[in-house]
């Protein structure tokens, strides 16, 4: 199956409505750095080829990555798209580790949504916190990074944009860097 998605929608209308959220950087794309204040708009598209992990090695396919389980949750009543609670991203990470057979502990790369907006990348980074601590007291061993401090956010092809850039961190065994995050956000606990 292709999958993917495809986002190039600069009209005027969505600049409007972004900017009327007060969504909107007025500076750039600084996902988890003091200076953020908005997300930057971009254009882009990705896709992908899904196959079943037998039918990929019977057919000689070069594999980057495979999915081992999806989850996902509702953030429920929220104030708004740029407010995420921190409760249904808690669920969304526990759904999706409910179906895999390793925990969070293990992990040693996350590609946030992190958009550079005030409240997100702080619930997001909170929201990760708490169930890693779940399952683990280590600290500070796990990479975190957004696509969105390179390109910009892609809105509907956000996802597939962050997941094309973890598979190729993987493939290739590196820690891409999260560029423009240079003054850490005092409101995220790093420790």
Not at 21 to 49: N, T, W, Y
Not at 75 to 81: A, L, Q, S, T, W
Request: some cysteine.
């Amino acid at each position: 199956a292709l999958v993917g998605g495809v986002d190039v929608r600069v009209e005027g209308g969505t600049f409007v409505f972004f900017s009327s959220l007060g969504a909107l950087s007025a500076k750039g794309s600084f996902p988890f750095d003091e200076r953020a204040d908005g997300f930057v708009p971009g254009e882009g598209a990705g896709m992908l080829v899904i196959k079943r992990a037998r039918d990929a090695v019977a057919d000689g396919d070069r594999i980057y990555a495979i999915v081992r389980g999806v989850g996902s949750s509702s953030d429920g009543h929220v104030k708004g798209i740029t407010a995420p609670v921190v409760n249904g991203q808690i669920r969304a990470l526990r759904n999706a580790y409910a179906t895999v057979p390793f925990t969070p502990d293990t992990v040693s790369l996350i590609e946030a949504h992190g958009t550079g907006t005030w409240v997100g990348d702080v619930t997001e980074v909170t929201s990760l916190s708490t169930v890693l601590r779940e399952h683990t007291q280590r600290r500070q061993f796990i990479g975190l990074g957004s696509v969105k401090s390179m390109i910009g956010h892609l809105k509907a092809a956000a996802g597939v944009a962050g997941l094309i850039k973890s598979t190729l961190a993987l493939h290739h065994r590196g820690l891409p860097p999260t560029i423009h995050c240079e003054q850490p956000r005092k409101a995220i606990d790093w420790e």
